[in-house]
């Protein structure tokens, strides 16, 4: 699953992150020069209905031929300084200068520990203390920026296992693809109902959490291919799994039957009710889809095997609402 940083940029975050900047206008650290006459400083998220000099940035970064160039043209066009701070503190597509690194740097919006932070952390790389590469996400304070940051650490890590995803899957025959991709399928969307129908979202590390939420489900589903490729098969029966789906069909009553509000908001959350039975129905169909898989390619175990391994962890997940 890739998070598209356009969307993260141009939705609920760019506008939090407005706001954040009206309330630090004028909040430069003694070290940069005084600010302009108005006061303003251009948004981090600054060109995304543009050139998106953010999402090609970080587009660049997991590229193997980056056309740095072609960044430096879109942060300049649309007065990206996020992205112009980054390019200079690490020579990317311009010559290396940490000085005008940190002009660019003073020039971001966000928390004043935020730029802070940039700027003593550019002080080390120019007194050669520090030699890894120099990000925007190095120095964040804020929930706000850890949700778009999330999002930037979940596309090189997506990106990472859907190529691993994709090398286990290789010696797979063409009736056990077909079945693993409908496995693909109903584990992103079981993901997307996890993340964003039952996950609460009422903080400003809501963006963060979510992403977290999705990343976990797939991070899991490689990690049991991997185990089951190395002969690390789950045992079970159907005994045990008839229990198992007793276990969760109590634990999911009990959920129904707590206290809401008006609106179906449980535990003081975002989190509905009917959230939950949609998150629950496309676990049911993740749960089918695995089963549907691991027969085709694991016949000596049995379903109820894989049925009770999934239907414990399910269990586990909606029992943390009754904590």
């Not at 650290?29 to 251009?42: T, V, Y």
């Not at 700027?119 to 804020?142: N, V, Y």
């Not at 930037?152 to 994709?166: D, F, K, S």
């Not at 991070?219 to 008839?242: I, N, V």
Request: aromatic share 6%; charged share 20%.
């Amino acid at each position: 699953m890739r998070f598209q940083l356009s969307v993260l940029v141009g939705g609920v975050l760019a506008g939090m992150l407005q706001v954040a900047q009206a309330a630090n206008a004028g909040t430069a650290p003694a070290a940069c020069p005084a600010a302009s006459a108005n006061g303003e400083l251009p948004i981090i998220f600054d060109g995304y209905k543009g050139c998106n000099p953010l999402g090609k940035y970080y587009d660049a970064l997991q590229s193997a031929g980056p056309d740095w160039q072609a960044v430096h043209r879109c942060a300049v066009q649309d007065r990206n300084e996020a992205v112009l701070m980054m390019l200079y503190a690490n020579g990317y597509g311009v010559p290396r200068d940490i000085d005008r690194a940190i002009t660019h740097a003073c020039r971001v919006d966000g928390a004043q520990a935020e730029t802070e932070g940039r700027l003593e952390h550019l002080q080390r790389m120019k007194a050669g203390q520090d030699r890894q590469p120099f990000d925007l996400c190095d120095d964040i304070t804020s929930g706000m920026m850890g949700g778009f940051c999330a999002g930037v650490a979940e596309n090189a890590q997506g990106a990472r296992r859907n190529a691993a995803l994709t090398k286990l899957g290789a010696p797979f025959t063409p009736a056990q693809r077909t079945r693993f991709a409908a496995l693909r399928k109903a584990a992103d969307a079981f993901a997307r109902s996890v993340g964003e129908n039952e996950t609460d979202l009422s903080g400003t590390a809501r963006a963060a959490l979510s992403i977290g939420a999705q990343a976990a489900v797939q991070d899991e589903l490689l990690a049991d291919l991997r185990a089951a490729e190395a002969g690390k098969l789950p045992g079970g029966t159907e005994a045990g799994f008839t229990a198992a789906d007793k276990g969760l069909n109590d634990v999911y009553r009990n959920v129904m039957a707590l206290p809401a509000d008006d609106q179906g908001r449980v535990g003081h959350t975002t989190v509905t009710k009917s959230d939950i039975r949609t998150t629950q129905r496309a676990w049911i169909a993740y749960r089918d889809a695995w089963t549907a898989f691991a027969q085709a390619r694991y016949p000596a175990v049995p379903a109820a095997a894989w049925k009770a391994r999934l239907t414990g962890r399910r269990a586990a997940q909606l029992r943390a609402w009754l904590e």
